[in-house]
T-cell receptor
């Protein structure tokens, strides 16, 4: 079965700093990749997704992610974070008829 | 907008009780899922369903069962609640892309039910 791994579970950074969250998946077949975000007290919601085509995908709120097939990676980036980006971020990969989630990254942005 | 609703935001039950968690979606999605979310463990799939009366085990089905009698409703059942089932339970729904199960579109999540078993 496929799995998704995320590193550096807790990330603390200041406003205007750049953010990069790593995501690696272990599935060689057709894969759909997602980043979800959960703001404090809110639903999980989609940030961005990759199915095919341009490996650099742009999502909401200035986030982007790059699919690198050779590295089995789908890292999330934002060049300049804001306090409102404080949230938990989950990478997910769909393959073999199921969606697997990483363990999440808790991101705290200090004003 | 897709709406996924869950019957309770907070629930407190006693060990051994039978617990029902209900989930309803209003977008005619084929697929519905139940996850539990625990700190440091991310989301773990309990059960999912691709069609009415159809169910498949996820990664942690032990101690749970599900029911899908109607397309819009997916119920999670804890036959005999235990303290290690204290958790946040999330329901989600999605549709297939191009009608093919190997391509799923975005999953839409409900607000979650925080279950405490005493």
């Amino acid at each position: 079965a496929q799995s998704v791994s995320q590193h550096n579970h807790h990330v603390i950074l200041s406003e205007a700093a750049s953010l990069e969250l790593g995501c690696n998946y272990s599935y060689g077949g057709t894969v759909n990749l997602f980043w979800y975000v959960q703001y404090p007290g809110q639903h999980l919601q989609l940030l961005l997704k990759y199915f095919s085509g341009d490996p650099l995908v742009k999502g909401i709120k200035g986030f982007e992610a790059e699919f690198i097939k050779s590295k089995f990676s789908f890292n999330l980036r934002k060049p300049s974070v804001q306090w409102s980006d404080t949230a938990e971020y989950f990478c997910a990969g769909y393959g073999n008829n199921r969606l697997a989630f990483g363990k999440g990254n808790q991101v705290v942005v200090i004003p | 907008d897709v709406k996924v609703t869950q019957s309770s935001r907070y629930l407190v039950k006693r060990t051994g009780e039978k617990v029902f968690l209900e989930c309803v979606q209003d977008m005619d999605h084929e697929n519905m899922f139940w996850y539990r979310q625990d700190p440091g463990l991310g989301l773990r799939l309990i059960y999912f369903s691709y069609d009415v009366k159809m169910k498949e085990k996820g990664d942690i089905p032990e101690g749970y069962s599900v029911s899908r009698e109607k397309k819009e409703r997916f119920s999670l059942i804890l036959e005999s609640a235990s303290t290690n089932q204290t958790s946040m339970y999330l329901c989600a729904s999605s549709t297939f892309l191009r009608g093919r199960p190997e391509h799923t579109d975005t999953q839409y999540f409900g607000p979650g039910t925080r279950l405490t078993v005493l």
